[in-house]
């Protein structure tokens, strides 16, 4: 669920489609069903033409998607971990405990906002994670921790139980991850893994308070300035699909800060023979990289599979996501902070 957060700041200069773009003037959920089909999202018969499929096995990757994969069971099996909620209070204790084990500061950066449905405060916290802290040159990893409440594009049950396996679980297995490798990592700058809460705290598809955890974290870095900067960001949302596609972004690939850092990236897809990374443009998304970008000004990017069909549905589960595209993402990832300059 991709959309603006702010509904007063001025949007940036190429009309902006969210993760709600596709439902946003629909009214009854026969027409949502109707629109999604029209415009694409034909959840049985996925385009083949852009199928792309490396030839690498889990064996071939020298990152350790089973226990990436591991993590996001053990995620997942918390249950539901929208903002304010009990499952978020378990995940919070699960990773504070679990990135203090090797070797990292770990913080809360609260905040409240609240509930949209009858505006009481909800307590909220980005969760930040310090790595080689002494540096002042650093690199933002980032993604979402929360779930949406409800699976509201579920067309049987859009109040039933969501547990947000790819969409939300799988960017914080994949940093679990690569927390056990942050010790031995050669990477010249310091490195920071941000989980931000609230990405999706809505109860329907007609209000959008969306990304506020990343709009709190880009506002305080702004306003506050920390004794450290961010050379640029990396977001990543639902990057464990087994069905992994990742097309570039359009935002990221368009502004003119972020572009170098996306042809590095799939750059280093390419050298490295991970044809799950395809190198040209195709969905436009509003994530939390637009106030990471706009506000706190830190060249951002978004690594996202918008082509999933079990999006926002019940549908979500560990299932559908594989250890073999954790491992690939990871890999990437991993390889391009030892390269970066």
Not at 185 to 214: M, R, T, W
Not at 233 to 262: C, H, K, N
Request: glycine share 8%.
């Amino acid at each position: 669920m991709k959309q603006h957060a702010e509904p007063n700041k001025t949007p940036p200069a190429r009309p902006a489609r969210g993760r709600w773009w596709l439902v946003a003037t629909t009214v009854t959920v026969g027409v949502i069903a109707v629109a999604a089909g029209l415009v694409g999202w034909d959840y049985g018969r996925r385009n083949q033409a852009e199928a792309v499929v490396s030839r690498l096995q889990l064996k071939d990757i020298p990152f350790n998607g089973a226990r990436a994969y591991e993590y996001l069971k053990q995620i997942c099996q918390i249950g539901p971990r929208r903002s304010g909620s009990e499952g978020m209070a378990k995940q919070q204790k699960l990773l504070k405990e679990h990135f203090e084990k090797l070797g990292a500061t770990v913080r809360l950066q609260k905040f409240t906002a609240p509930d949209p449905r009858n505006g009481q405060p909800v307590a909220m916290a980005n969760l930040i994670v310090h790595w080689k802290p002494e540096r002042t040159e650093r690199i933002l990893l980032c993604t979402h921790y929360d779930t949406l409440p409800y699976p509201l594009m579920d067309r049987h049950n859009p109040r039933g139980r969501f547990v947000g396996a790819n969409d939300g679980g799988s960017g914080v297995a994949l940093l679990m991850e690569l927390g056990n490798e942050m010790a031995k990592l050669d990477c010249k700058y310091g490195i920071d893994f941000v989980f931000f809460d609230a990405e999706e705290y809505i109860f329907n598809q007609y209000y959008h308070p969306f990304f506020l955890g990343s709009t709190h974290f880009a506002r305080d870095y702004k306003k506050n300035p920390p004794k450290y900067r961010y050379r640029c960001g990396i977001l990543l949302d639902m990057i464990g699909d087994a069905d992994l596609q990742l097309f570039q972004e359009q935002y990221s690939a368009w502004w003119s800060d972020t572009r170098p850092l996306v042809r590095d990236i799939w750059s280093t897809a390419g050298r490295l023979g991970v044809r799950e990374f395809i190198a040209r443009p195709k969905h436009e998304v509003r994530d939390d990289h637009v106030p990471l970008h706009d506000i706190a000004q830190i060249p951002t990017i978004d690594i996202i599979d918008f082509d999933y069909p079990p999006w926002h549905t019940q549908g979500d589960t560990v299932d559908k996501c594989s250890a073999l595209s954790l491992a690939k993402v990871g890999w990437v990832l991993r390889e391009w902070l030892k390269a970066v300059q």
